[in-house]
Nanobody
Framework: QLVESGGGLVQPGGSLRLSCDAS????????MSWYRQAPGKDRELVAS???????NYADSVAGRFTISRVEVPHMVYLQMSTLLPEDTAVYYC???????????WGQGTQVTVPS
């Protein structure tokens, strides 16, 4: 089970940090990612983190968002800065098993940046 927290309402230019409790998932066995889904749009990948490996970002958030994770307890964070109205979405934590590629999803947390 993945549990996200930290969403909310933030003014343009502000910052927010999302957290994902991934303690039920073995750190070394999963790629951890953040996705988001805005109203009327498809879910899109925001950032991903390989265990003790590289991180990747969508072009739209590169330089503004930072994904990080700690091993014990296994937590995943998304630090979001210089937020824009187009960042408004439900943000989901995702765990993908490195070998089976099975996906697990959190329930999502709403981030709202008013225009």
């Amino acid at each position: 089970q993945l549990v996200e927290s930290g969403g909310g309402l933030v003014q343009p230019g502000g910052s927010l940090r999302l957290s994902c409790d991934a303690s039920e998932f073995t750190y070394t066995q999963y790629v951890m990612s953040w996705y988001r889904q805005a109203p009327g749009k498809d879910r899109e990948l925001v950032a991903s983190s390989f265990p003790r490996g590289p991180t990747n970002y969508a072009d739209s958030v590169a330089g503004r968002f930072t994904i990080s994770r700690v091993e014990v307890p296994h937590m995943v964070y998304l630090q979001m800065s210089t937020l824009l109205p187009e960042d408004t979405a439900v943000y989901y934590c995702n765990a993908r098993h490195l070998i089976t590629r099975e996906d697990y999803w959190g329930q999502g947390t709403q981030v709202t940046v008013p225009s």
